[in-house]
């Protein structure tokens, strides 16, 4: 039987958090959490940290004035999260059963998480429902491109190439080493339309949808062509 991808991201949780908090390491500092931060909304009353992780987000999100609370499926994770000399309170909790009433959030986030959860409709279900009318959900996701294709090589006109289906849902894992550091990323291929269907079956209205060129620093990333082939996909969506 495959591991679910919960149990996955609690086995790589200490080298997560490792990778997470090397300052400046990864895409986070220098392309995603711009990007996502352009797309979302003034903070309220509570933000919601959907698959906080080791609690960077949360952390970078109370800098700007919200009032975050976390949620994570990892105890070591969560555990992490709120014992960091930043705390992020926490809970811990599967997002497709979330531990929070309805209607108590203005905000949910998921930044990088919800391509990595088993179940993605239940996600999205439990995210618009602790949303309050007029609240929004924003994702962070590897763009699906990213996830069904490769370059050939990491020159800069390298053909991208998609030699599977796009169409077909698959589980994946990215073994990256970077400055000493190794981290395996365990996720879920989904094609763009499985998000746009989860948010309609939930009720959700899509606001808003990026895919921007990275043009970060080339150690963070040994691949050039990421300036014509969208790396990740941003996605806010409103409860009416």
């Not at 809970?91 to 203005?106: C, E, F, M, S």
């Not at 391509?115 to 279900?125: E, M, S, T």
Request: proline share 7%; net charge negative; aromatic share 8%.
């Amino acid at each position: 039987m495959t591991e679910s991808l919960r149990q996955a991201w609690e086995d790589e949780a200490a080298a997560w958090a490792a990778w997470a908090r090397a300052p400046g390491h990864d895409m986070f500092w220098h392309h995603t959490w711009p990007e996502l931060a352009a797309v979302l909304p003034a903070p309220g009353e509570l933000t919601l940290d959907l698959g906080c992780g080791e609690g960077r987000l949360g952390r970078e999100l109370t800098r700007r004035g919200h009032r975050v609370v976390g949620v994570d499926t990892s105890p070591t994770l969560a555990q992490l999260a709120v014992t960091h000399e930043q705390p992020v309170p926490t809970l811990l909790g599967d997002v497709a059963h979330l531990p929070v009433r309805a209607g108590v959030a203005d905000l949910a986030v998921a930044c990088l998480s919800f391509h990595d959860v088993d179940d993605l409709p239940g996600a999205v279900r439990d995210a618009a429902a602790a949303l309050r009318p007029g609240g929004r959900l924003c994702l962070a996701i590897v763009h699906p491109i990213n996830s069904a294709g490769a370059f050939t090589d990491d020159s800069a006109d390298a053909p991208f190439v998609i030699r599977g289906s796009y169409l077909d849902e698959f589980r994946y894992s990215d073994r990256i080493e970077r400055e000493e550091l190794t981290m395996t990323f365990h996720s879920a291929h989904r094609p763009l339309e499985a998000y746009v269907d989860a948010f309609e079956d939930a009720g959700l209205l899509l606001e808003a949808l990026r895919e921007p060129a990275f043009h970060g620093p080339a150690e963070v990333s040994a691949f050039q062509g990421w300036s014509r082939v969208p790396l990740f996909c941003f996605l806010r969506a409103r409860k009416p």
